[in-house]
């Protein structure tokens, strides 16, 4: 089986994707700062801690290890964070991206799958988003991760890296067996923080926005499992040498924050306390995938489409987290 080193596996996405790719017998090794991840969430896979920044530890690494590809996760990814600082962001995401690429064909390492957003379209002008979407992000976070894919065709063009980038959607749930879920700090995700307010850990949910013009009036958003996610990247890894682009990873269904916070109360059992608030700047009132190429390319369907069934995952984490 092929040496894979996920760069972020300490982190939500890569946590998960780390330990579905061991399961399935690939030889994982997994790079992180723990800035935002967690060492609880690499579980016995071999964690390597080091910086992105840092081009000395990241030679050891790749002298170390005989790796054949990678997958790379490790950013950072608020939005507010980002339009208030944006030379953080270019920093880590871009910066950081540019070391691991160049230290990876210094090895001789062409193999990359990438965590890519939605975010790198901006507003829609269409429904559902296919990949032909013209991508204009609205925040430097997503100026970010467009500049990196940018920089994966060129490097493709100059150097013949193979790569995939995948752009999910709203990612959610946490792993069937409840040993790893989503953990961030500060968290700002929805279905956490419905969770938590219904588990009483905080005083309420805040609605951003009940006068969008959806049958509720409020958000819709694409929410794709976490493992569904994991999978993909698996997927991802075995199609490098014939495919290279970008993918959407979305279930392509619309949910509201209302029937979020509806599912939420029925897998509990319990009332969610909400407050109506204005709308977030920069929301779109929709944001749903079309995912008919990653199923096409990779020959993925999501298993989780009932928001229910993602939302119970998540819930069980919440109420046996770890970290
Ligand atoms: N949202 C909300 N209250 C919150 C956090 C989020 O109403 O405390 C809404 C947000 O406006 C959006 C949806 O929930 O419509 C999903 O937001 P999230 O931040 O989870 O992901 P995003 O879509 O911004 O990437």
Same mark, same amino acid.
């Given at each position: 089986?092929?040496? /894979? ?11 998960? %994707? ?23 969430? /690499? ?5 390597? $801690? ?32 980002? /339009?208030?600082? =944006?030379? $953080? ?7 950081? %991206? ?6 990876? !064909? ?13 975010? %790198? ?34 490097? &493709? ?8 980038? !995948? ?27 419905? !969770? ?33 996610? &994991? ?23 619309? %949910? ?18 909400? /407050? ?25 369907? =999501? ?21």
């Amino acid at each position: 089986m092929p040496k /894979v080193l996920i760069v972020g596996g300490a982190g939500y996405i890569g946590s998960h %994707t780390s330990r579905h790719l061991a399961k399935q017998g690939y030889d994982c090794i997994v790079l992180d700062n723990l800035s935002c991840g967690h060492a609880a969430a /690499v579980g016995n896979i071999p964690l390597e $801690k080091a910086d992105l920044l840092d081009m000395a530890s990241l030679q050891a690494i790749f002298d170390k290890y005989d790796i054949d590809a990678v997958i790379h996760f490790a950013a950072f990814s608020l939005v507010g964070e980002s /339009v208030a600082q =944006p030379g $953080k962001y270019y920093r880590n995401n871009v910066c950081g %991206t540019m070391n691991l690429l160049d230290t990876m !064909l210094a090895h001789g390492v062409r193999k990359i799958v990438f965590s890519s957003t939605c975010a %790198t379209y901006g507003q829609p002008h269409y429904l559902p988003m296919d990949e032909k979407h013209p991508q204009a992000p609205i925040n430097p976070y997503g100026q970010t991760k467009l500049t990196i894919e940018k920089m994966f065709a060129d490097y &493709a063009r100059a150097y013949g890296l193979k790569y995939i980038a !995948l752009r999910y959607f709203n990612a959610a749930g946490a792993a069937a067996d409840g040993c790893i879920g989503e953990s961030h700090h500060p968290e700002s995700h929805l279905i956490p923080l419905v !969770l938590q307010a219904i588990a009483g850990k905080r005083e309420n949910i805040k609605i951003f926005g009940k006068d969008y013009d959806t049958p509720d009036g409020t958000c819709l958003r694409d929410y794709i499992h976490v493992e569904d996610l &994991a999978e993909a990247h698996r997927l991802a890894l075995e199609k490098l040498d014939l495919f290279q682009g970008c993918l959407n990873l979305g279930t392509g269904i619309p %949910t509201s924050v209302l029937e979020i916070i509806r599912a939420a109360e029925n897998v509990s059992g319990k009332v969610c306390p909400t /407050v109506i608030e204005g709308r977030r700047p920069g929301d779109p009132a929709r944001l749903y995938a079309d995912n008919r190429k990653a199923a096409e390319i990779l020959g993925w369907q =999501p298993q989780y489409t009932n928001i229910e069934e993602i939302v119970r995952t998540a819930w069980n984490w919440e109420m046996n987290r770890k970290f």
